[in-house]
Every structure is written in structure tokens, then in C-alpha cells.
């Protein structure tokens, strides 16, 4: 590329091309030498405007630590994408843009006149609308905006002199399909000055046909109304692919409509690239015979910063410049510059191309995506659409295939409800999962509002900014099959983990239709107001701990802590299941563990009070103990000289008495028993932890919740062989019985040969009771006893 922008005449064009090379390199470099981040410091760099200026270099380096951020405190942040020589080449229209700006104004004239021409051609010729006009706007619905404008000025002659009074007499009507983008009417109510009155809604088909679709019926039935009070219709807005999923409108019915009342038809959407293809659907090819229509080459060709195009047909250009679709500013026509630079460098077969491979990625998807049970696509046309919609379904048990999002007669609404909430949590989860597995789809997860949330695949919006290729589109479905066990396992442990929940004392189950995982449980302590909504501190370091031992089994589940839905309260979120959990032993784990944890924390709470208690008790028994010394002594042996005296003639044999303190039975003892006998004593047995009613044994290696049972046929005679021998070698080394006792089940021996034994042991047995009496050393009682 360099030698070729050395055959460039003009120096500043080839200045330009060049430097523009080299400020995209520098741009898209991520790599910060450390020369480079040594000038971070704010004393090195100087403020923008002072002294003499900086060079582009510098304002280069400026602009790309804006772009990256700081690498230390964000590793994984975004970085610019790769947009390729093409994206160079619609960047360098802007800057050539600027630069022609600068030309004389006759030159100027020529230029942008052809460059408008040229791009409007090659645009109609593509995409197929002969004898068409462009308008080139930034704003993706402004030139839907500009249309509506057209359209009043043609319909309403006087609106011009008279103004919004014409349209008070005769109020026009727009009218947008329910599937339509969101905020679509209401931007362009604010940017025509007209009330939302004038917006009319359609709902799609129910009965016939696709639920996406617009209902032309009921359409009908709309306009005669409107007409019969008075008002005027005036634009249609019809969609070649919804934004949602990407279906098309009965638009040659539509169009039959429009001229049989005098509006005016637009259409819109992703499905229109397909027109440039040479194998178009009738559906989208009667958007060729409309009054106008959007399209977005940017997105579709991977091309950045290139406008949006609205084709139009119109024979009077003094209207279409009052409603500013057309300009006389040059300065106006030179935005389709950086369309018309890379329109040339991609060439038809470039263009079709691009287009091509979006589709045929689409076509890649659903023949994998057909393959993997549980998963419903929701496309219109599978031959031609570019658009796959698809999600997780369970079907329900002992009933046809049915998606659960569809509510059944016979089922509850609130077992529907609670249904279509769980499945569509299932399925955020399964498109972010996917999302992170393999980003290069470009995939988006959508609510719609009869399938419930649906993830939506568009490789014409995101394929050729992403670089999206057939191998990660294999990657996808490989990546939705392996994550179809844990969906199917979770539904179904769902509904028996809330019934354990219920039937559990002290636990609560927490309805959370966000919660993809197993479900939600609250821990009821003792203090618990069951009333408020406010945040519970003890509650709170109940779960926090509970959450921590929870963590410390290792075993498959995730374990979360955070809010009630709804509320402030703490609760505990148990995550996904990938294998086949015991939901009986999850659910006593969590009960007797915060049982204990409650337990515990009620233990500390008391222990500084029951230790001030008896400080205080032990101090008022010790000054009484030292009042009762001193009268037993009598008041000679208190003197010094006098009681030494006393205390050499006649000792007093006193008893060491002091007092101690039983921290599990919270009361005082004496310490009598301790100095007489030296024994220390033992207290009140501590009360047992609480534990399980179950004590459950598991295999070597086996994690716990894991059920032991399910699966044993898979396994060999020798493992279950081994197996069973350690689980006997634990039993016998826990609490093996004596070798003589004989087992409850065996033969008992004969009567000649039992009662010589039973002799022998019950003459030990005495022989060993008087032996301990004979052999016992005796303790003197002391004196003060006596």
C-alpha cells in the first residue's frame, strides 16, 4: 500500500493515506512499552494547552490510553475491534471529506454531485429499487422521520402556509406494527411536533400465520375507523425482518392497502440485505415496489462509520427539499463519502459475498440446532431466513411436547406462570453462558412476550464486525449440547427441592423467577420478624456463615448470598446441578447447619453476660467466706504480734476454700472437693451438637449431595465388590463388636458347652468386683473433718 501512495499526484492526499496508516496502527496496538507508561506520572505530562502545542504523535498516544484505560486495574477490558483494511478505507472518507470541504465551491459542486449520484446508483442497482433516490442520515430513524415529513407536505397542500391548523381539522394517523423497534413512535412524535394520538398501534396475527406478523385484517378494520372520524391516513411503516426475530410482513398485501388509501408504505429492516442476493423470498421482494425504504450497509458489510440510507421515490424535488431529504449544501452531500470509497473497494461480488455468508451461517445454525432435543427455533422461513431465534423447552410430563411458555387449559395459571418464569430464567442463563463461550456469535438475549426470553442469532448485524465463521457456529451447537444435562437436571430437581424446603422446620423457600439454579432458601431464626421487608443483621451473619461452611463441602453446587426478591432480607442461592443430586440431604444440610450456626452465635451473645453474673456472685461468697474466717479465728489473731504468737502455741487447721466457675453449666462450685481429694471435677456433660437424622455414608471419592444409588448399573462387579468392602471395613473399625459376644443373627451354642463359660466369667466377674475393695488405699480423713 505504501507504493501505491507514493503514485499519488497530490502530496497531501498521500500524506493523508499515510498517515492515517499509521494512526489506525497505532490505535489498535494495545501494547504499552514501558518507556510509555513510565510518562504517566502527572508531573511529565503537561497540561493539553500549554506551551507550544502537541504533535500528532502525541495526541495519537493520548487518545489510545483514553481508548485502552489502565491495563493494571482493568486486564480484561475491550478493545478495539479489528475492522480491517475496508474499515480503513470508510475512515479515511471522513478525513477526505474535511479535506475536499476545503475546495473551491465550483469543484466542490462537481465532486459531491457525483459522488452522490454515483452511490445512489449503485445502491438502487443492488438492492434492487430502480429509479430511486437516497438520503444519507447518521441517526438510523431519521430518515424515517424526513419520510413522514415528505408525506405530510404531499398530503396536506396547505400545510405549508397554514400549518399544524390543517392538520388540527384532519388529523393524520401513522401507523407501526406491534413488533415494530421500541421508541420508534415516539421519536418520531417528537421530532414531527405531533401528539401520541396520531400513533396507531396493529397487532399481529393470533390465530393464522406468524405471531410477528402484522395483522392486515385488523389493519383494514383500523383505517376505514379512522377514516369514518374524520382523520386522515397517512404512512404505513411495515418490517422485511422484526428486530426481535426477524419477520417479514405480508408486504404486497400491505402495499394493495396503501394504494387503495392513499398512504404512504415505508419498510425496514435486516432482511432487506437479502435483496442483493440472487435468490430472494417473494415476501422481501415486494419491498422493491414500495414508497421507500431504510437501509444500513454499515453493519451488514462490517463497515464503521458509515451513514444509514433511505431510498425514496418522489417526483417533485421542491417538496423533498422543504422536508430535507435533499440539500444544496455540498457540505451535506459529502456524507455519503465513506459509503462511495468502500462500496469501490469491496466491489459487487464483495458486497454479495458479505451478505451470502450471513446467511448461510444462519442456515449452518439451524441444521445444528435441529439435531439437540429441547431446543425450539423460532424462524419464519427456514430456506431464507437470516435471523435464528431459539430457546430451551422442557415438555412436561405425560403430555405432547409442549413448549412451557405456552399456556396449557388444564394446567393453573399460577403453575404456568410459575413455569414460564423458571424457563425463562434457564434461558438467560443458557444465552450468557453461550455468549461467553463463544464470543465471535454475536448472540443477544431477548424477553419476548408470548415465547417468553429467546436468545437471537444475526450474523447480518454482527458476522462481519465480529468475523464470524462456520467453525464457531459448530462451536455454538457443541456448546448448547453440553450445557442441555444441566438445564434438564435443574428443572427437574426445581420442584422437589421446594417441596423439601416446605416441609423443613425453620427453613423458608424464596419464589425467585430471576434464579436459574436449583432454587432459593431463607433460614427463619428465633428473632426473625416474618413481617418486615428491612434488612436483618442477625439474619444476615446466620447466612454469611452459613454460606461459608456451605463452601467448605466441596461439592458440585454453587452457593450464593444475597437479597430476597422483593425484599432486604439475606437468603442462600443454590446454583445449577450438573449430576443427580440428593435434595433430602441438601435440605437437612442447610437446616442443622444453621440450626448449629444459630446455636453458636447465641452461646457467644450470652457468654459476657453469664461471666459478669458470676463474677459478681463468686466476689459476694468470697467476702462472706473471709467474714465467717474472722469470727472462727476471733479477733486476738488478727494483731500482728499477738496473732503470730497465738498462731506458734495453736495453729488453726483451715480448709482451703475457694470458688470456681462452670462455664456450661453457668454456676459456681467450690473448690473443697479439688484441694481435699485432688481430683478436678468434670462438670455438666456439654449438650451434643445437633446433627442429622441421617448419617449418610458415601463412597470413596463420592462428593456430597451426590446420590449413591443412581447409576450403579454402570458400574463393574469388581468396583462394586470394593466398594462393599470398604464400606464394611468402616462399619468394623467405627464400632466392631467384641469377639466373643456372638452376632444377633447366628447360631447359639449348645447348653453342655455354654454354662461351663457362663461359670467361669460370672467367677471372674465377682472375683473381680472384691478385688478392687481388698486392694483400695485408704484415704485418712483430716483432722477438721474429724
Given at each position: 500500500?505504501?507504493?501505491?501512495?507514493?503514485?499519488?499526484a497530490?502530496?497531501?492526499?498521500?500524506?493523508?493515506g499515510?498517515?492515517?496508516?499509521?494512526?489506525?496502527?497505532?490505535?489498535?496496538?494495545?501494547?504499552?512499552?514501558?518507556?510509555?507508561?513510565?510518562?504517566k506520572?502527572?508531573?511529565?505530562?503537561?497540561?493539553?494547552?500549554?506551551?507550544?502545542?502537541?504533535?500528532?504523535?502525541?495526541?495519537?498516544?493520548?487518545?489510545?490510553?483514553?481508548?485502552?484505560?489502565?491495563?493494571?486495574e482493568?486486564?480484561?477490558?475491550?478493545?478495539?475491534?479489528?475492522?480491517g483494511?475496508?474499515?480503513?478505507?470508510?475512515?479515511?472518507?471522513?478525513?477526505?471529506?474535511?479535506?475536499?470541504?476545503?475546495?473551491?465551491?465550483?469543484?466542490?459542486?462537481?465532486?459531491?454531485?457525483?459522488?452522490?449520484?454515483?452511490?445512489?446508483?449503485?445502491l438502487?442497482?443492488?438492492?434492487?429499487?430502480?429509479?430511486?433516490?437516497?438520503?444519507?442520515?447518521?441517526?438510523?430513524?431519521?430518515?424515517?422521520a424526513?419520510?413522514?415529513?415528505?408525506?405530510?407536505?404531499?398530503?396536506?397542500?396547505?400545510?405549508?402556509?397554514?400549518?399544524f391548523?390543517?392538520?388540527y381539522?384532519?388529523?393524520?394517523?401513522?401507523?407501526?406494527?406491534?413488533?415494530?423497534?421500541?421508541?420508534?413512535?415516539?421519536?418520531?412524535?417528537?421530532?414531527?411536533?405531533?401528539?401520541?394520538?396520531?400513533?396507531?398501534?396493529?397487532?399481529c396475527?393470533?390465530?393464522?400465520?406468524?405471531?410477528?406478523?402484522?395483522?392486515?385484517?385488523?389493519?383494514?378494520?383500523l383505517?376505514?375507523?379512522?377514516?369514518?372520524?374524520?382523520?386522515?391516513?397517512?404512512?404505513?411503516?411495515?418490517?422485511?425482518?422484526?428486530?426481535?426475530?426477524?419477520?417479514?410482513?405480508?408486504?404486497?398485501?400491505?402495499?394493495?392497502l396503501?394504494?387503495?388509501?392513499?398512504?404512504?408504505?415505508?419498510v425496514?429492516?435486516?432482511?432487506?440485505?437479502?435483496?442483493?442476493?440472487?435468490?430472494?423470498?417473494?415476501?422481501v421482494?415486494?419491498?422493491?415496489k414500495?414508497?421507500?425504504m431504510?437501509l444500513?450497509?454499515?453493519p451488514?458489510?462490517?463497515?464503521?462509520?458509515?451513514?444509514?440510507?433511505?431510498?425514496y421515490?418522489h417526483?417533485?424535488?421542491?417538496?423533498t427539499?422543504?422536508?430535507?431529504l435533499?440539500?444544496?449544501?455540498?457540505?451535506?452531500?459529502l456524507?455519503?463519502?465513506?459509503?462511495?470509497?468502500?462500496?469501490?473497494?469491496?466491489g459487487?461480488?464483495?458486497?454479495?459475498?458479505?451478505?451470502?455468508?450471513?446467511?448461510?451461517?444462519?442456515q449452518?445454525?439451524?441444521?445444528?440446532?435441529?439435531?439437540v432435543?429441547?431446543?425450539?427455533?423460532?424462524?419464519?422461513?427456514?430456506?431464507?431466513?437470516?435471523?435464528?431465534?431459539f430457546?430451551?423447552?422442557?415438555?412436561?410430563?405425560?403430555?405432547?411436547?409442549?413448549?412451557?411458555?405456552?399456556?396449557?387449559?388444564?394446567a393453573?395459571?399460577?403453575?404456568?406462570?410459575?413455569?414460564?418464569?423458571?424457563?425463562?430464567?434457564?434461558?438467560?442463563?443458557?444465552?450468557?453462558?453461550?455468549?461467553?463461550?463463544v464470543?465471535?456469535?454475536?448472540?443477544t438475549v431477548?424477553?419476548l412476550?408470548?415465547?417468553?426470553?429467546?436468545?437471537?442469532?444475526?450474523?447480518l448485524?454482527?458476522?462481519?464486525?465480529?468475523?464470524?465463521?462456520?467453525?464457531?457456529v459448530?462451536?455454538l451447537?457443541?456448546?448448547a449440547?453440553?450445557?442441555?444435562?444441566v438445564?434438564?437436571?435443574?428443572?427437574?430437581?426445581?420442584?422437589?427441592?421446594?417441596?423439601?424446603v416446605?416441609?423443613?422446620a425453620?427453613?423458608?423457600?424464596?419464589?425467585?423467577?430471576n434464579?436459574?439454579?436449583?432454587?432459593?432458601?431463607?433460614?427463619e431464626?428465633?428473632?426473625?420478624?416474618?413481617?418486615?421487608?428491612?434488612?436483618?443483621?442477625?439474619?444476615?451473619?446466620?447466612?454469611?456463615?452459613l454460606?461459608?461452611?456451605?463452601?467448605?463441602?466441596?461439592?458440585?453446587?454453587?452457593?450464593?448470598?444475597g437479597?430476597?426478591?422483593?425484599?432486604?432480607?439475606?437468603?442462600?442461592?443454590i446454583?445449577?446441578?450438573?449430576?443427580?443430586?440428593?435434595?433430602?440431604?441438601?435440605?437437612?444440610?442447610?437446616?442443622?447447619?444453621a440450626?448449629?450456626?444459630e446455636?453458636?452465635?447465641?452461646?457467644?451473645?450470652?457468654?459476657?453476660?453469664?461471666?459478669?453474673?458470676?463474677?459478681?456472685?463468686?466476689q459476694?461468697?468470697?467476702?462472706k467466706?473471709?467474714?465467717?474466717?474472722?469470727?472462727?479465728?476471733?479477733?486476738?489473731?488478727?494483731?500482728?504480734?499477738?496473732?503470730s504468737?497465738?498462731?506458734?502455741?495453736?495453729?488453726?487447721?483451715?480448709?482451703?476454700?475457694?470458688?470456681?466457675?462452670?462455664?456450661?453449666a453457668?454456676s459456681?462450685?467450690s473448690?473443697?472437693?479439688t484441694?481435699?481429694?485432688?481430683?478436678?471435677?468434670?462438670?455438666?456433660t456439654?449438650?451434643?451438637?445437633?446433627?442429622?437424622?441421617?448419617?449418610?455414608?458415601?463412597?470413596?471419592?463420592?462428593?456430597?449431595?451426590?446420590?449413591?444409588?443412581r447409576?450403579?448399573d454402570?458400574?463393574?462387579?469388581?468396583?462394586?465388590?470394593?466398594?462393599?468392602?470398604?464400606?464394611?471395613?468402616?462399619?468394623?473399625?467405627?464400632?466392631?463388636?467384641?469377639?466373643?459376644?456372638p452376632?444377633?443373627?447366628?447360631?447359639?451354642?449348645?447348653?453342655?458347652?455354654?454354662?461351663p463359660?457362663?461359670?467361669e466369667?460370672?467367677?471372674a466377674?465377682?472375683?473381680?468386683?472384691?478385688?478392687p475393695?481388698?486392694n483400695?488405699?485408704?484415704?485418712?480423713?483430716?483432722?477438721?473433718?474429724?
Amino acid at each position: 500500500m505504501d507504493a501505491s501512495l507514493e503514485k499519488i499526484a497530490d502530496p497531501t492526499l498521500a500524506e493523508m493515506g499515510k498517515n492515517l496508516k499509521e494512526a489506525m496502527k497505532m490505535l489498535e496496538d494495545s501494547q504499552r512499552t514501558e518507556e510509555e507508561n513510565g510518562k504517566k506520572s502527572s508531573g511529565d505530562i503537561p497540561g493539553p494547552l500549554q506551551g507550544s502545542g502537541q504533535d500528532m504523535v502525541s495526541l495519537l498516544q493520548l487518545v489510545q490510553n483514553l481508548m485502552h484505560g489502565d491495563e493494571d486495574e482493568e486486564p480484561q477490558s475491550a478493545r478495539i475491534q479489528n475492522i480491517g483494511e475496508q474499515g480503513h478505507i470508510a475512515l479515511l472518507g471522513h478525513s477526505l471529506g474535511a479535506y475536499i470541504s476545503t475546495l473551491d465551491k465550483e469543484k466542490l459542486r462537481k465532486l459531491t454531485t457525483r459522488i452522490l449520484s454515483d452511490t445512489t446508483l449503485w445502491l438502487c442497482r443492488i438492492f434492487r429499487y430502480e429509479n430511486g433516490c437516497a438520503y444519507f442520515h447518521e441517526e438510523e430513524r431519521e430518515g424515517l422521520a424526513k419520510i413522514c415529513r415528505l408525506a405530510i407536505h404531499s398530503r396536506y397542500e396547505d400545510f405549508v402556509v397554514d400549518g399544524f391548523n390543517v392538520l388540527y381539522n384532519k388529523k393524520p394517523v401513522i401507523y407501526l406494527s406491534a413488533a415494530a423497534r421500541p421508541g420508534l413512535g415516539q421519536y418520531l412524535c417528537n421530532q414531527l411536533g405531533l401528539p401520541f394520538p396520531c400513533l396507531c398501534r396493529v397487532p399481529c396475527n393470533t390465530m393464522f400465520g406468524s405471531q410477528h406478523q402484522m395483522d392486515v385484517a385488523f389493519l383494514e378494520k383500523l383505517i376505514k375507523d379512522d377514516i369514518e372520524r374524520g382523520k386522515l391516513p397517512l404512512l404505513l411503516v411495515a418490517n422485511a425482518g422484526t428486530a426481535a426475530v426477524g419477520h417479514t410482513d405480508k408486504i404486497g398485501r400491505l402495499k394493495e392497502l396503501c394504494e387503495q388509501y392513499g398512504m404512504w408504505l415505508h419498510v425496514e429492516g435486516v432482511n432487506l440485505a437479502t435483496l442483493a442476493l440472487g435468490y430472494v423470498s417473494s415476501s422481501v421482494l415486494a419491498a422493491t415496489k414500495c414508497d421507500s425504504m431504510t437501509l444500513t450497509p454499515g453493519p451488514w458489510l462490517g463497515l464503521p462509520a458509515v451513514p444509514a440510507v433511505t431510498l425514496y421515490k418522489h417526483d417533485d424535488p421542491a417538496l423533498t427539499l422543504v422536508a430535507g431529504l435533499t440539500s444544496n449544501k455540498p457540505v451535506d452531500k459529502l456524507r455519503a463519502l465513506p459509503l462511495w470509497l468502500s462500496l469501490q473497494y469491496l466491489g459487487l461480488d464483495g458486497i454479495v459475498e458479505r451478505i451470502k455468508h450471513a446467511c448461510q451461517l444462519s442456515q449452518r445454525l439451524q441444521e445444528g440446532l435441529k439435531k439437540v432435543n429441547h431446543i425450539k427455533i423460532l424462524v419464519e422461513d427456514e430456506l431464507s431466513s437470516p435471523v435464528v431465534v431459539f430457546r430451551f423447552f422442557q415438555e412436561l410430563p405425560g403430555s405432547d411436547p409442549v413448549p412451557r411458555a405456552v399456556s396449557m387449559p388444564s394446567a393453573a395459571p399460577s403453575a404456568v406462570g410459575r413455569e414460564r418464569h423458571c424457563c425463562d430464567a434457564l434461558n438467560r442463563w443458557l444465552g450468557e453462558q453461550l455468549r461467553q463461550l463463544v464470543p465471535t456469535s454475536g448472540l443477544t438475549v431477548m424477553d419476548l412476550e408470548v415465547e417468553g426470553v429467546c436468545i437471537r442469532f444475526s450474523p447480518l448485524m454482527t458476522a462481519a464486525v465480529l468475523g464470524t465463521r462456520g467453525e464457531d457456529v459448530d462451536q455454538l451447537v457443541a456448546c448448547a449440547q453440553s450445557k442441555l444435562p444441566v438445564l434438564t437436571c435443574t428443572l427437574q430437581l426445581r420442584e422437589e427441592f421446594k417441596q423439601e424446603v416446605t416441609a423443613t422446620a425453620g427453613l423458608l423457600h424464596v419464589d425467585d423467577p430471576n434464579w436459574p439454579g436449583i432454587g432459593v432458601v431463607r433460614y427463619e431464626h428465633a428473632n426473625d420478624d416474618k413481617s418486615s421487608l428491612k434488612l436483618d443483621p442477625e439474619g444476615e451473619k446466620i447466612h454469611a456463615a452459613l454460606l461459608k461452611k456451605l463452601n467448605e463441602l466441596e461439592s458440585d453446587l454453587t452457593f450464593k448470598m444475597g437479597p430476597e426478591y422483593k425484599s432486604m432480607k439475606s437468603c442462600i442461592y443454590i446454583g445449577m446441578a450438573s449430576d443427580d443430586v440428593d435434595i433430602s440431604e441438601l435440605v437437612e444440610t442447610i437446616a442443622v447447619t444453621a440450626r448449629e450456626i444459630e446455636e453458636n452465635s447465641r452461646l457467644l451473645e450470652n457468654m459476657t453476660e453469664v461471666v459478669r453474673k458470676g463474677i459478681q456472685e463468686a466476689q459476694v461468697q468470697l467476702q462472706k467466706a473471709n467474714e465467717e474466717r474472722l469470727l472462727e479465728e476471733g479477733v486476738l489473731r488478727q494483731i500482728p504480734v499477738v496473732g503470730s504468737v497465738l498462731n506458734w502455741f495453736s495453729p488453726v487447721q483451715a480448709s482451703q476454700k475457694g470458688r470456681t466457675f462452670n462455664l456450661t453449666a453457668g454456676s459456681l462450685e467450690s473448690t473443697e472437693h479439688t484441694y481435699v481429694y485432688k481430683v478436678q471435677g468434670t462438670g455438666v456433660t456439654p449438650p451434643q451438637t445437633p446433627t442429622g437424622t441421617r448419617t449418610k455414608q458415601r463412597l470413596p471419592g463420592q462428593k456430597p449431595f451426590r446420590r449413591s444409588l443412581r447409576g450403579s448399573d454402570a458400574l463393574s462387579e469388581t468396583s462394586s465388590v470394593s466398594h462393599s468392602e470398604d464400606l464394611e471395613k468402616a462399619e468394623q473399625l467405627s464400632g466392631a463388636p467384641e469377639p466373643d459376644t456372638p452376632e444377633p443373627g447366628g447360631p447359639e451354642p449348645p447348653p453342655s458347652t455354654r454354662a461351663p463359660q457362663d461359670a467361669e466369667q460370672t467367677g471372674a466377674l465377682q472375683s473381680g468386683a472384691q478385688r478392687p475393695e481388698d486392694n483400695r488405699p485408704q484415704v485418712e480423713e483430716p483432722e477438721s473433718l474429724r
